[in-house]
């Protein structure tokens, strides 16, 4: 037998049930992870369609274009269910036979760790798109520049420094958190 709910002063009440304003923008990613769908299936559709016309390097762009759209949404599936288990509601997935892995232990820190390296992975694709059309720079007509690829390199490095200093961030914490628990007892 469950227990009963405790009743909160109205003003708890208000600031925690805050937390469903937060849903409209769940569903808006929903709806823009519908678009990612769509943006697929048109690239699909052109690569199958123009397959016969296409170099091995220009199959190999529109394939990491592909990758590119999936991992984006891997990225928004991670922020739709992460997020909204973590924010707003639980999902009560437990024991369901297509409940993600991940889902069993995510918290915000594990959220912020696996958005970084999902970024990280979207960066890696659109640097060696840029890497392989360098062959490029120069000549016109074409959106690379020395700069243009420079920095796109410097940010991406950027990713990966973040993402280190998140996830050591991270495990400083649970590591004085473990100790604290530990004095505790």
Not at 78 to 88: K, L, N
Not at 125 to 148: M, P, R, S, W
């Amino acid at each position: 037998m469950s227990q009963p709910t405790p009743r909160l002063n109205p003003l708890p009440a208000l600031i925690f049930s805050s937390r469903w304003l937060q849903l409209p923008l769940y569903l808006g990613l929903i709806a823009a992870q519908g678009v990612y769908v769509f943006l697929f299936l048109k690239e699909l559709w052109h690569l199958i369609h123009d397959v016969a016309g296409l170099t091995e390097q220009k199959v190999m762009l529109s394939v990491l274009g592909l990758i590119d759209v999936v991992m984006i949404s891997n990225l928004l599936v991670m922020v739709i269910v992460g997020g909204y288990e973590t924010f707003v509601s639980r999902l009560r997935l437990e024991g369901h036979p297509d409940q993600p892995e991940w889902l069993s232990h995510v918290n915000a820190s594990v959220l912020k760790v696996k958005l970084a390296m999902a970024i990280i992975g979207i960066s890696s694709i659109h640097l060696l798109k840029t890497f392989i059309e360098a062959g490029q720079l120069g000549v016109d007509g074409t959106n690379y520049t020395v700069q243009g690829v420079m920095w796109q390199t410097i940010i991406h490095c950027v990713f990966i420094l973040s993402a280190i200093g998140i996830a050591w961030t991270d495990r400083i914490m649970a590591m004085t958190s473990g100790k604290r628990e530990q004095l505790a007892h």
